[in-house]
């Protein structure tokens, strides 16, 4: 079954505990993405990928880390977590052959940090 | 820069009454608009999208979002809602030669029985 995978699917932690959450695809998709979704402001993107050891950052990038070894892989850093950064987490993939690609979405992580 | 407006927080219909959830858009030059849907403890799944070509676009579950330019709007619709429809709805855009894909704050579409 085609799908993006995410775990862990909820995390609480304290302030400044380094945290990893991973994303695998099956698919074979080159663009993968990460957003945060908050309440009244919908999805935000935070990193994403074009192809391995290529990413770039997007609107709110600040206090996360990226990184894309292999294709399938992307998985999201918090080097030192803050309480601003409690947020449902999303990772997207999609075929990067245009711009008229939907993305293929795992079923979020919802972080707490204390 | 891209945006995309979801004015509407939340929208109540009754089962089996039509549905219409509200989507306006900017971008430079022609826009590629996607729907998404999100239910509870899910990631958003695909809907539609519009390309070009046809200004109304059909997609799963029988929904279908039509396309104005000249209003830059781009509105979900179904027939005939059903409770099962009941979800957060996402409208997004992506410019011509960006790969930046902007959501709106979606709208949570609440359909009773």
């Known amino acids: 079954e085609a799908q993006v995978t995410q775990n862990p699917r909820y995390l609480i932690t304290v302030t400044g505990k380094k945290l990893t959450v991973t994303c695998s695809q099956n698919?074979?998709?080159?663009?993968m993405s990460w957003y945060r979704q908050d309440p009244g402001l919908g999805l935000r993107q935070i990193y994403y990928?074009?192809?391995?050891?290529?990413?770039d950052k997007g609107d709110v990038p600040e206090g996360y880390k990226v990184s894309r070894k292999e294709k399938r892989n992307f998985p999201l850093i918090l080097e030192s977590p803050s309480p601003n950064q409690t947020s449902l987490y999303f990772c997207?993939?999609?075929?990067?052959?245009?711009?008229?690609?939907?993305?293929?979405f795992g079923d979020g992580t919802r972080l707490s940090i204390l | 820069a891209q945006s995309v407006a979801q004015p509407e927080d939340q929208v109540n219909v009754a089962e089996g009454n039509p549905l219409t959830v509200k989507c306006t858009y900017s971008?430079?030059?022609?826009?590629?608009l996607f729907w998404y849907v999100q239910y509870p403890n899910r990631g958003l799944q695909f809907l539609l999208k519009?390309?070009?070509?046809?200004?109304l676009v059909k997609g799963s579950y029988g929904f279908e979002a039509e396309f104005n330019k000249s209003q830059t709007s781009f509105h979900l619709k179904k027939p005939s809602a059903l409770v099962s429809d009941s979800a957060l709805y996402f409208c997004?855009?992506?410019?011509?030669?960006?790969?930046?894909?902007?959501f709106g704050t979606g709208t949570r579409l609440q359909v009773f029985p």
């Open positions: 997207a993939s999609s075929l990067w052959t245009g711009v008229d690609q939907p993305q293929h």
């Open positions: 698919m074979n998709h080159e663009y």
């Open positions: 990928s074009m192809n391995v050891e290529v990413t």
């Open positions: 971008v430079s030059g022609n826009p590629y």
């Open positions: 519009y390309i070009t070509g046809d200004n």
């Open positions: 997004a855009v992506r410019g011509y030669n960006t790969d930046k894909l902007i």
